[in-house]
């Protein structure tokens, strides 16, 4: 006996939805869980696997030959062809003060990185401007920047106030960054917040692709655990 075309038309509605929810549970969310220097490729740093404050962690420092020139610790994450989606990760940055007194322990993440971190998309953190007594200091506590074309000293002299902003930060301690990308524009939440602290509606390598890549200033020992990539393209 042939179904009615009534029946057929809600089969094959019943079946669609299936399918729908089926790829509605579908992620591309990849975990890196940091124990292992393996498929990371190091630029001008050493890196090795401790255990910080009750975390395993992937340990970013200066090497003893480290270029001089070049204020970039990175470890880029092999395989992260990143475009749209979420990038979190926890972090922690310790300034070196010895080899920088003006250091602030910056850590952060680079994304849609190129040209093994010739180009890169950066946003990071400088923990210890987060509680400081100075107000201005504390503005400038999460911040972004664009590598060759735009540092971050470039974007503060030409729109003052526009790439970084204020967030509750303790140096030292494990803090949790999430970063959504999209298009040309990218929102940093920390901690968890229901809201992002720094907001960038440019990005300034435009709507690119790359790698995603871990990121410390020279002077500063740079603790990374637990990060994820998560695909929306």
């Known amino acids: 006996m042939l179904p009615s075309l009534g029946n057929f038309c809600g089969l094959t509605i019943a079946l669609a939805a299936l399918v729908a929810i089926g790829q509605a549970g579908k992620t591309n969310r990849i975990a890196y869980p940091l124990d292992s220097t393996d498929g990371l490729e190091l630029l001008n740093t050493k890196a090795q696997v401790v255990n910080y404050r009750g975390k395993r962690a992937l ?11 070049k204020s970039s610790m990175i470890a880029l994450v092999a395989g992260t062809d990143f475009k749209d989606g979420m990038i979190e990760v926890e972090v922690a940055g310790i300034p070196i003060s010895a080899m920088d007194p003006t250091a602030r322990g910056f850590v952060g993440v680079e994304f849609r990185v190129q040209q093994h971190g010739a180009k890169a998309e950066n946003i990071y953190l400088r923990p210890t401007n987060g509680r400081a007594d100075d107000q201005l200091r504390r503005n400038h506590s999460v911040q972004y920047e664009s590598f060759p074309d735009f540092p971050w000293d470039r974007l503060r002299r030409e729109q003052p106030g526009v790439y970084e902003s204020y ?67």
Request: aromatic share 8%.
């Open 167 to 233: 967030s509750d930060l303790e140096t030292g301690a494990w803090t949790r960054m999430k970063i959504e990308v999209a298009g040309t524009k990218a929102k940093l939440y920390v901690n968890g917040a229901e809201h992002p602290c720094l907001i960038v509606n440019d990005l300034k390598l435009g709507d690119s692709r790359g790698q995603v890549g871990l990121w410390a200033f020279i002077a500063t020992d740079a603790y990374f655990a637990n990060l994820s990539v998560t695909k929306a393209d």
């Open 59 to 69: 340990h970013l420092s200066p090497p003893q030959d480290h270029a001089t020139e």
